[in-house]
């Protein structure tokens, strides 16, 4: 919970020249007006007005206080995770968005090897087999493929786990695939192109960062559809 003692209090402090848009405040507690000149509010700058360290007393107690508490301290162990992290996991980390953007890219469409519709259900459960993102040219960073390559939407595809791991790939049937969707020359231009490439930790967390917003949009975009056929229904 937030300190209780003025001098070191940790996560709230008073703050003599704050204003907000010039507006005249009222205290989060006992509702008197609070004007810029005696405004206390938290370091995050969270939008909260006490009039004196008796309602600031109060506020501490308060659920409000401990829910923005527990929120600073996620925040805080989320930076501290994100400075810990080595290079592979930054990698791991944007394969996993570009995986999952592919996968919300292409759930209408069909396997890109076989021709499978990628959400089929499971009878036995009522819930969708699932599908991987397939990779085209290998994305490993051993020199056995490119790299250059891993978080191409243009050399991925959604494929059926039957095709990517239980039949390696199901390379040639893929490799058709993928001429139908993206074009011959496209697909002889990565097949030539086998130059590694090293992501630097900004590129890696702007690839993250973009996939994830990605994914999300086509997410949001499947439900609103998904929604109104059922509505037309």
Excluded at 26 to 33: E, F, I, L, N, V
Excluded at 79 to 105: G, P, V, W
Excluded at 155 to 178: I, L, P, W
Aim: a positive charge; one cysteine or more.
């Amino acid at each position: 919970m937030v300190s209780m003692q003025r001098s070191s209090s940790k996560y709230l402090s008073l703050s003599k020249n704050v204003c907000w848009r010039n507006k005249m405040r009222r205290c989060k507690m006992c509702r008197a007006k609070v004007t810029s000149g005696g405004i206390l509010t938290p370091e995050d700058k969270t939008k909260v007005a006490l009039c004196s360290w008796e309602c600031f007393t109060e506020y501490q107690k308060s659920p409000a206080a401990k829910k923005m508490h527990a929120r600073m301290q996620r925040a805080d162990l989320t930076e501290r995770k994100e400075r810990l992290k080595t290079m592979e996991d930054h990698i791991k980390t944007a394969q996993r968005n570009f995986n999952a953007y592919i996968r919300a890219r292409d759930k209408n469409k069909n396997c890109v090897s076989c021709g499978r519709p990628l959400t089929v259900k499971n009878p036995k459960t009522s819930k969708n087999y699932g599908f991987d993102c397939g990779h085209y040219i290998s994305r490993s960073l051993s020199g056995k493929g490119s790299s250059k390559y891993r978080f191409h939407p243009k050399c991925c595809a959604g494929q059926c786990k039957r095709c990517n791991k239980h039949s390696a790939g199901n390379f040639v049937e893929m490799r058709k695939g993928m001429i139908e969707r993206f074009g011959i020359e496209h697909i002889e231009s990565i097949e030539k192109d086998n130059e590694e490439r090293k992501f630097t930790l900004s590129e890696l967390q702007r690839i993250s960062e973009v996939f994830a917003n990605r994914a999300r949009l086509y997410n949001k975009i499947f439900r609103a559809s998904k929604a109104s056929k059922e509505n037309n229904d």
